[in-house]
Structures are given as C-alpha cells and as structure tokens.
C-alpha cells in the first residue's frame, strides 16, 4: 500500500481536497491533537477513500 507523507496540515488538506488519497495511507510528521484533530482528520480521509492515517507524533 502506497503511503503519502503530509509535512503540514495544509498538505493533508491539499491531498484530501485533491482526491489523491483514494486507496493510500497518509502519515503526518506534523503534531496534532489526538482528541481534537485525529478523529476528524481520520473521519475526512475516509470520506475521501483514504485508508489509515498515522502520525509521528499525537498530544493527548
């Protein structure tokens, strides 16, 4: 499974917004919330025909 790497939240919005998930993992080397914004990051990658969405780094 091919896996698209986001440095920033722009690139993940750019790579949903463009419809290049489809079928692809997305990890994001950027640190995000893991209350706040992984579930809707994860709930909009799906919507989009995203798979699995990992992060280097999650604050609680």
């Known amino acids: 499974m091919e896996t ?3 440095r920033s939240f722009q690139s993940f919005m750019d790579f949903c917004d ?3 998930v489809k079928n692809k ?3 994001c080397t950027f640190k ?3 209350n706040k914004d992984w579930p809707w ?3 909009y ?3 989009k025909g995203g798979d ?3 992060f280097s ?3 609680d």
Do not use: P, Q, Y
Request: proline letters at 0%; aromatic letters at 4%.
């Open 41 to 43: 990051m994860r709930h």
């Open 45 to 47: 990658l799906e919507e």
């Open 52 to 54: 699995r969405l990992t």
């Open 57 to 59: 780094s999650l604050w």
């Open 4 to 6: 698209l790497i986001c």
């Open 18 to 20: 463009n419809d290049m």
């Open 25 to 27: 993992n997305v990890h």
């Open 32 to 34: 995000a919330d893991k």
